[in-house]
Structures are given as structure tokens and as C-alpha cells.
């Protein structure tokens, strides 16, 4: 079959994975064509997930700021409000991201074809447009960045209308005045906190005890008490036994027997890996558990031409990592020596309040070094910013080696912890021990002095532990901390 077009580099998917294997391999001198099947480039990460739920979230901060300086502001929330309009800045924010990522495309030297691709064999890609155009494009290799997409559960009639997924979720008219989530990993965790932080009755439902499992308890704990102030309900151990639209409300029977009703519902339980229309049987490619795709260290697939990146390959499932990973596919494809694995992939939750996290949790580090570990902590109450910034419910908390001299983990909760953990990832990568946090200077007043607080704590417990007397200029800052 001739191509219409040859290339050295074929991109399926121009999300964050798809577009920064396409960029590394137009810098590199490859000629790139990226094939997308929706009518812009950009993804998940800007049109229905990162972008979108981080603007509705900082349109909800800002509400809930004017009702916080009630004495200072006349404001009130309009009983219609439409999501819409919360979301105003959205279509600014969209532009200008897809504008700037199509021009960079084109000045690196890659085409852009919007159409579905699909494989004809390992070399050889058809590109069927909306309009049913057929375009058939010969490459040397090709990278797979198809994404993910909801998980609709067999017994929950998702409807988009009033029993929503998180691609339909933002394209209600109205702020509901009550939402059921069902879930309670990272989007669900994320809308539930934003939509009660608005107003919204929220309950969220999910088989486990508490929301995000996978983060340490302790910043779940911090989180929920936030939840639950601004209205919302979680119930744990739980599982919707049916769901229903019944005409004026959803109806959700929980296993236990208790009825739950609310305007609308939000399914928010995992996603699954954008495979299917890829044609994968013609290249006889491997997937792997849970159908996404398998790939090696280096994101190569089964089939050696062709790499796979981001979400089509499974957890973590950040748009920063898929990133990473597309120019470690393209860097590999070059011929570069194969790089170490990925060593530390920080965490960001941008509920309300924002989780993150860096490096070992508590468990592991037990399991690893044993009940000898040493914790610090600090409270952002403790923190002269964190006061000015009224800063309830947050905290940071540091784990050391059993010697308490080697920064293992960093956990945090608060507003702006997605951002403050990166000191703690540079501090894990760079190998500094607990002490440089002591004895170098950080902006005053700033969120990362409990960098310091937490730092002095581990610095206190590991003296006491060894029953000695913290060094001189330890003891120093520690008093100078008491007298704070
Ligand atoms: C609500 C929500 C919030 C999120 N928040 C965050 C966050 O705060 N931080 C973070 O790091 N991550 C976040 N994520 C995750 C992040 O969006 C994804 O990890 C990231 O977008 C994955 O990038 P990707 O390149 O693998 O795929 P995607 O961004 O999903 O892009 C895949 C693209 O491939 C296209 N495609 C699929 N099949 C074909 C085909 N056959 N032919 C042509 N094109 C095709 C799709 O149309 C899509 O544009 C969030 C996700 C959601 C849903």
C-alpha cells in the first residue's frame, strides 16, 4: 500500500505524553506527524481533566474567599448559578493552551493531522477524519499516547445528563444544589472537594474507609475534617447496590440499605486504557493487565518500532509523568543509553485542601528501616504565614532514617502543597540530610519554614533518643523555636 506521506515519526495522541515525544523528536531533526482524533490538539490534561478541574477550582477558592470577608465584600452566589460561568476563564485559559501548543508543534517542524488513527501494519498508519476522508501515512516508528478515559461500572446507567462521569461532569448548566460521587481516589476526592467548597450538599461513597488510601492517613484525616466543615459526608465501607434516575432526582441504595437522593451524580471509579480503535491486532502488540498497554523501561512495546506513553500505559496516570516518560520514549529511540527508572514521582492532589506527596510514606519506610524511623511535624498554624493566610488544617510531615539524618518523605496538606513538596523532592534526590533545612535560611514569612519546624522536631526527638543533649547550635534553634 503506498502512503500518501512518509515520516520518520508517527505520535498517536497529542496529550502531554504525545506532545513532548512529538517535540524531543522534532528538535532531534525527525520528521513528526501527531495524529488527533478530537477537533484540537491538547488531550485529557486540557480539555475534560487537568486544566478544566484546576480552573472551576480556583473559581470556587475565590468564592469561598468573598464569603470568608463577608464584612468586607457584599457578595452572595446566585441561586441558578451556572457552571458556565464559573468557568469563564476557561475558554481564555483553553485558547491560549491549544494556540500555544499548535504553534509549537508547527514551528518544531511536526504536522498535525485531526483525524482517528489506526494501525495497518507496524509501519504503516490510516487517519480517518471526521468527515470520513481516508489518509494513509508510512512512518519508521511510532509513539502511542491515546490516553484513557472513564470506566463506566456495568451497573450504573451514566447517562451525562444527571448521572455524570468526569468527562461530562463540568458540562452541566446548573450548579447542582446535591451530588452523590461515587469513588473516592484522586478526581472524585478532587471534584467532591471543590463542588461542597460551592455550596453543593456533597456525599461521597466508596468501598474503602477513607478517601485516598494510598496517601498517609493522617493528611486524609485533615483532609476530610475540611470536607465534612464545608457540608460534605463520606461514607466508607460502602457500595451503591443500584442506581437510578427517577424521574426528578438519582436515587443511590447503598448496600447497607440506606437511600441516598441527589440532583445529580458524579462516577468517578477509575479509567481505562484508549486501545481499541488503535487496531492492535494488525501489529500483534501485547497488552497487559487491565488492558493498557505493556511496555519496557524504556516505553518500548512488544513491537520494537512502536513505543507507548502516559495514561495508554497505566498508573501513575499524571500528566506530568506521561510527559517524562514521552521524551524518555524518543530519547531511547535515538539511541540514548537507556536511562535509570523514574525515581521519585511527586504526588499532587488538587482537592480543597491540596494533598501532596514525595519519597516513602510511613509504611514503607517501616518496612524498610523498621519502627526506628523518626517523624517531624509541623503545623501551618505554627507558621507566620500560614496564620496571615488563616491556613486551618494544615500540615507537613518529614520522615527520616532511623539516625534521624536522611530525608526519606515528604507529606503535605494545605493550600499550596502541591508546590511546596518539590523542596522536599529536590532535598530526597539531592541526598541532603534533615539538618540543611536547619542551617540555611528560607524566606520569612513563607509556607516552607515548615520545612524547618518539621526539620527541628526530627533534630529534637533524635537527641532525646540517643539521651544526650541536642549539638549547641541544635539546642539554639530549638529554644529560639520555643520562645516563637
Ligand atoms: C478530572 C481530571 C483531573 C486531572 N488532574 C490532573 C492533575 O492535576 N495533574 C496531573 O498531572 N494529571 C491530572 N490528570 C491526569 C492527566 O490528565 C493525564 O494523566 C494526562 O492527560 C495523560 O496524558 P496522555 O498524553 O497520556 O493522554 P491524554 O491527555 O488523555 O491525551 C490522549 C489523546 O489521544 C487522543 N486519541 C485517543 N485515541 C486516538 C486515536 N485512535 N487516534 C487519534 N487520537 C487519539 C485523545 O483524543 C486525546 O486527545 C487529571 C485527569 C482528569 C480526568
Known amino acids: 500500500m503506498t502512503p500518501d506521506e512518509t515520516y520518520d515519526l508517527i505520535v498517536i495522541g497529542s496529550g502531554p505524553g504525545g506532545q513532548k515525544a512529538a517535540d524531543q523528536a522534532s528538535k532531534a531533526g525527525l520528521k513528526v506527524a501527531i495524529v488527533e482524533r478530537e477537533r484540537a490538539v491538547g488531550g485529557t ?129 446548573y450548579l447542582p444544589r446535591s451530588l452523590t460521587v461515587i469513588g473516592a481516589g484522586v478526581i472524585a476526592s478532587e471534584y467532591a472537594s471543590i463542588f461542597s467548597l460551592l455550596g453543593v450538599r456533597v456525599t461521597m461513597i466508596d468501598r474503602t474507609p477513607r478517601p485516598l488510601m494510598f496517601m498517609e492517613p493522617e493528611l486524609t484525616e485533615k483532609f476530610l475534617d475540611n470536607f465534612t466543615r464545608n457540608g460534605g459526608t463520606y461514607i466508607g465501607n460502602a457500595k451503591a447496590k443500584s442506581v437510578e434516575w427517577n424521574g426528578l432526582q438519582v436515587r443511590a441504595v447503598l448496600d447497607s440499605g440506606e437511600e441516598l437522593l441527589s440532583d445529580k451524580m458524579l462516577v468517578a471509579q477509575g479509567r481505562l486504557a484508549n486501545v481499541e480503535p488503535l487496531n492492535l491486532d494488525s501489529v500483534e502488540m501485547e497488552l497487559g493487565r487491565n488492558g493498557v498497554i505493556a511496555v519496557d523501561g524504556d516505553y518500548q512495546t512488544s513491537v520494537p518500532n512502536i513505543y507507548a506513553v502516559g495514561d495508554v500505559i497505566g498508573p501513575p496516570s499524571l500528566a506530568s509523568v506521561s510527559m517524562e516518560q514521552g521524551r524518555r520514549a524518543i530519547d531511547h529511540m535515538l539511541g540514548e543509553k537507556s536511562k535509570d527508572a523514574i525515581e521519585l514521582v511527586p504526588i499532587g492532589i488538587y482537592s480543597v485542601p ?11 519506610a517501616r518496612e524498610k528501616y523498621g519502627d526506628a524511623i523518626v517523624i517531624g511535624r ?106 516563637n
Open 45 to 173: 490534561c486540557v480539555h475534560l481533566g487537568t486544566i478544566p478541574s484546576k480552573t472551576l477550582r480556583e473559581a470556587a477558592l475565590t468564592i469561598a474567599t468573598l464569603k470568608r470577608n463577608a464584612d468586607v465584600f457584599d457578595f452572595k452566589l446566585k441561586d441558578d448559578m451556572e457552571v458556565s460561568t464559573l468557568m469563564r476563564r476557561l475558554d481564555t485559559v483553553l485558547q491560549s493552551y491549544t494556540s500555544f501548543i499548535s504553534q509549537h508543534i508547527g514551528t518544531s517542524g511536526g504536522k498535525v493531522y485531526l483525524g482517528r488513527a489506526s494501525f495497518i501494519d507496524k509501519n504503516t498508519v490510516l487517519v480517518t477524519t471526521v468527515k470520513g476522508t481516508k489518509i494513509i501515512l508510512g512512518t519508521k516508528n511510532v509513539v502511542i499516547a491515546t490516553g484513557s478515559r472513564p470506566r463506566t461500572p456495568p451497573d450504573i446507567p451514566v447517562d451525562h445528563e444527571h448521572i455524570l462521569d468526569s468527562d461530562s461532569i463540568l458540562s452541566m448548566i
Open 354 to 364: 491540596e494533598l501532596s506527596s514525595v519519597g516513602l510514606s510511613e509504611e514503607q
Open 378 to 483: 509541623a503545623n501551618f498554624e505554627e507558621v507566620a504565614r500560614g496564620q496571615i493566610a488563616g491556613i486551618q488544617d494544615g500540615m507537613l510531615k518529614m520522615i527520616a532514617d532511623p539516625q534521624g539524618k536522611r530525608l526519606l518523605g515528604v507529606h503535605i496538606v494545605a493550600e499550596g502543597a502541591t508546590d511546596l513538596v518539590h523542596v522536599g523532592e529536590m532535598a530526597i534526590l539531592n541526598g541532603n540530610d534533615i539538618d540543611c533545612f536547619l542551617e540555611n535560611i528560607l524566606n520569612f514569612p513563607t509556607l516552607g519554614e515548615a520545612y524547618r519546624i518539621a526539620a527541628l522536631d526530627i533534630a529534637n526527638k533524635r537527641a532525646k533518643r540517643a539521651s544526650k543533649k541536642p549539638e549547641p547550635r541544635i539546642q539554639k534553634l530549638l529554644d529560639e523555636a520555643e520562645l
